[in-house]
């Protein structure tokens, strides 16, 4: 019984029990320190997916937009004051105006097009952070950067994934990137770009790493480290 209480921290932590699962947990949960540690570890983690969400735009928002510019009435074009000169006939107004508002349609496409993308890419990568801080088998790992700041892991060895998020760490320029690795007795694997701080990141292919690690690289990333680790945290077995 308590092994099936113990395998409930992850779903706790992102409330996915339901009201009698969460009762009999709490009422666990005042007696196990163990897991009371899991908890606030994986909440510390949680807390920060918020920056990762990202809302696709109102739909009807293009609609809204041409509708204003096609209420929107060109000026008359002035009449020269030199007589027998002629301005831009009518024609050419309407040419114009058409076209700007072609070149504006297109331009509102893109931008909805590429906001329905980055929506999607966030949202399946929420999808990805939840499932690793609900496994019955996540564990929190949790360290100090030698820049200051922390850095959290959640670990599920069954999906071989884990949530990285820094905090407190310095924003770096941007000609930089923290980038994370997986560390073991293989060589370094890169496993992500940490490019804000406070937004999660999801490191797959964990195989025999014990350790991630953060370093400060250019801002496309290395292959390879090459400087010495901002943070190191031991993965939990």
């Known amino acids: 019984m308590k092994q099936e209480l113990h395998a409930l921290v992850g779903a706790y932590a992102v409330d996915a029990l339901d009201d009698i699962e969460r009762r009999r947990f709490e009422n666990h949960l005042a007696e196990c320190e163990s897991c ?4 606030r570890g994986l909440r ?9 969400a990202a809302l696709p735009p109102p739909p009807r ?3 809204k937009v041409m509708a204003d510019v096609a209420r929107v009435r060109p000026l008359p074009p002035r009449r020269s004051d030199v007589r027998g ?6 024609w050419l107004f309407t040419l114009a105006a058409a076209a700007c508002l072609m070149v504006v349609a297109g331009f509102l496409g893109v ?4 906001a329905q993308d980055r929506a999607e890419r966030a949202e399946a990568a929420n999808r990805q952070i939840i499932d690793v801080l609900a496994a019955p088998d996540a564990r929190p790992a949790s360290g100090r950067a030698s820049t200051g700041g922390t850095g959290t892991v959640v670990v599920s060895r069954a999906k071989g994934k884990a949530v990285v998020v820094l905090a407190g760490v310095p924003r770096l320029p941007g000609s930089q990137t923290y980038e994370l690795w997986l560390l073991g007795p293989s060589k370094p694997r890169p496993a992500g770009l940490l490019r804000e701080p406070g937004t999660p990141v999801i ?3 964990l195989g025999d790493a014990t350790q991630v690690g953060v ?3 250019p801002a496309g990333g290395s292959p ?3 400087s010495v680790p901002v943070l190191t945290v031991a993965l939990p077995a």
């Open 44 to 52: 510390e983690a949680a807390a920060h997916l918020g920056s990762a």
């Open 215 to 217: 370093t400060v690289e």
């Open 85 to 90: 000169r002629r301005g831009p006939t009518p």
């Open 36 to 39: 009371a540690r899991e908890t």
């Open 61 to 63: 928002l293009r609609d």
């Open 224 to 226: 390879r480290p090459t």
């Open 203 to 205: 490191a797959t292919g």
């Open 111 to 114: 931008l909805t097009v590429r």
